[in-house]
């Protein structure tokens, strides 16, 4: 994979916020750890090294490859920001979550590369699925669309001749007003449904 695009601070993980501040984060997947807002983008992407380091990523990752250590990164990074014990205890708990979601990452690529034989099952599995899930919605849109045209072509029946087979209670007049239209599924083309009707 490519290695991130700096943003436009000039730092890796840095935003610079409109009021004229500068955002540290670390992004991994959905996964979102805040850092804090800085005057400098200098001092939030010291802080973004200095949480870098304590995730133990790859110094690659990192803005500055003056730092050799986790203290040597701490002493360079600008004092936490963090203003309550309940701050701190949701960034310690967010701080969890990504180690947990990077440790979950790792192991689910260890298990593919162990055993392609269960990917390879897993990756037939879900491509059936797709097919039977298909193949249902086309039978299901072709059953609505008889019942609509039956429902219709009963109530062109009943307009020109004044009687129908179908009773004035019957819940197929209902049909008439079912939805035929093919937006549930962008894959598909919906090229077969009217094949029986020739």
């Known amino acids: 994979m490519p290695p991130r695009r700096r943003s436009a601070s ?10 004229g501040g500068f955002y540290a984060e670390i992004r991994s997947g959905d996964l979102r750890l805040s850092l ?19 995730l133990d990523r790859p110094r690659r990752q990192m803005n500055f490859q003056d730092v050799h250590t986790l203290q040597q990164a701490l002493d ?8 309550s014990a309940q701050d701190c205890a949701e960034h310690t ?15 689910m690529a260890e298990w593919r590369r162990r055993h392609p034989e269960d990917v ?6 879900w491509a059936r699925r797709r097919e039977e899930d298909t193949r249902r919605r086309r039978e299901e849109r072709l059953d609505r669309r008889r019942r609509k045209a039956l429902a219709s072509v009963q ?10 087979f179908f009773t004035e209670e019957d819940e197929r007049w209902l049909d008439i007003w079912l939805s035929t239209s093919d937006d549930t599924n962008d894959n598909d083309d919906g090229a077969d449904d009217w094949s029986d009707w020739d």
């Open 36 to 54: 804090g807002t800085y005057d400098t983008a200098h001092e939030a992407a010291r802080a973004f090294d200095a949480a870098t380091w304590r």
């Open 93 to 107: 708990a967010l701080q969890r979550r990504l180690v947990v979601a990077q440790e979950d990452e790792r192991v």
């Open 155 to 164: 109530a062109d029946i009943v307009n020109a001749v004044g009687r129908s």
């Open 10 to 19: 000039g730092y890796r993980g840095v935003r610079q916020r409109p009021n």
């Open 76 to 83: 360079v990074a600008p004092p936490s920001r963090l203003n």
């Open 120 to 125: 390879a099952y897993e990756q037939e599995y």
